[in-house]
């Protein structure tokens, strides 16, 4: 069983420049999260899936920021004209619906780190 | 505004105490609390989890929830120098927020030999 997978591990871009980052969950894991966090804090919600259905945003999600999972498997968050506050660790999570009483454990990856220059 | 709030420490201890860390969370329709471990620079790995009120032990971690309180908190027995790290309080959302979670900003231990 493996755990949840993130690439790229870290990301060096120029502000302005757009970004994606790619999560493929554990494998019988219906849902699947994005959160952010920054130094000092802990992970801010922004989003998660249901198979392929997004059934939450937070406000967090500006405009630039865009989720997907198109087919239910992986997702992808894309980041537009990137901004030095993007600057954080961005995290996925899995977590599976079967037991059929919510919430359900979530499990993270490694996280990508995104630097902004 | 759901809010997770956690001592952010640091706390010290001596190899082999207890060593207790405390969470405050202010949804009453939150159902669901968990505890995450976060070495430095690293995610975070889910420890414990705990849904109804009381205790809840595994090895040597125990988590403790009361819901009137709002207030759960992790016990770690024996603590141990690789016990070292950030301990992350997490509450589920609750109502339409269900499938989130809220974190506290974390607490940090150290565990000295």
């Known amino acids: 069983d493996t755990g949840v997978s993130q690439d790229p591990r870290h990301k060096i871009t120029k502000r302005g420049q757009n970004v994606t980052f790619r999560c493929d969950p554990i494998s019988e894991h219906n849902r699947l999260y994005w959160y952010r966090q920054t130094l000092g804090q802990g992970p801010e919600f922004l989003t998660y899936f249901q198979n392929e259905a997004q059934l939450e945003k937070s406000r967090l999600l500006s405009d630039r920021f865009s989720a997907e999972r198109p087919k239910g498997s992986f997702s992808t968050l894309e980041i537009q004209r990137t901004e030095q506050g993007d600057s954080a660790m961005y995290l996925c999570?899995?977590?599976?619906?079967?037991?059929?009483?919510?919430?359900?454990?979530?499990?993270f990856g490694p996280g990508t780190r995104l630097t902004v220059t | 505004q759901k809010e997770v709030e956690q001592n952010s420490g640091p706390l010290s201890v001596p190899e082999g105490a207890i060593a207790s860390l405390n969470c405050t969370y202010s949804?009453?329709?939150?159902?669901?609390f968990f505890w995450y471990r976060q070495y430095s620079g690293k995610s975070p790995e889910l420890i414990m989890f705990i849904y109804s009120n009381g205790d809840k032990e595994d090895g040597r971690f125990t988590a403790q929830l009361n819901k009137a309180s709002q207030y759960v908190s992790l016990l770690i027995r024996d603590s141990q120098p690789s016990d070292s790290a950030t301990y992350l309080c997490?509450?589920?959302?609750?109502?339409?927020?269900?499938?989130?979670?809220?974190f506290g900003r974390g607490t940090q231990l150290t565990v000295w030999p």
């Open positions: 999570a899995s977590s599976s619906t079967y037991n059929g009483q919510e919430p359900y454990e979530q499990y």
């Open positions: 949804d009453r329709g939150s159902q669901s």
């Open positions: 997490a509450v589920n959302g609750g109502g339409s927020t269900l499938g989130r979670l809220y």
